[in-house]
Nanobody
């Protein structure tokens, strides 16, 4: 009913920048939070940043000052601007959103398919 599609991943040198995008589509009534997670091989998925429908974003300590999450509610899209990238930022990055579908009062969690970010040293 709802799809999240990420884009913008790729290969970048340490110190470089990338901008990830995630667009939500489908039978959307409203979107609560939107967030980015990441998972490196052998590691658990971890929260990178989250942004509510209204209010301030929050960040994991390991990206504070380097990454910025933002959203365009008119486009149902969330972005992650990643600056000063480090090799340890290499991971598959996943978009997550809490969505209330049309004609429903229930908020469900949806995930994108992931986009790979590789930072070379």
């Amino acid at each position: 009913q709802v799809q999240l599609v990420e884009s913008g991943g790729g290969l970048v040198q340490a110190g470089g920048s990338l901008r990830l995008s995630c667009a939500a589509s489908g039978r959307i009534g409203s979107i609560n939070h939107m967030a980015w997670y990441r998972q490196a091989p052998g590691n658990e998925r971890e929260l990178v940043a989250t942004i509510p429908n209204t209010g301030s974003a929050s960040y994991a300590d390991f990206v504070k000052g380097r990454f910025t999450i933002s959203r365009d509610n008119a486009k149902n899209t969330v972005y992650l601007q990643m600056n000063s990238l480090k090799p340890e930022d290499t991971a598959n990055y996943y978009c997550n959103a809490g969505v209330r579908t049309l004609w429903s009062s229930i908020v469900l969690q949806y995930w994108g398919q992931g986009t790979q970010v590789t930072v070379s040293s």
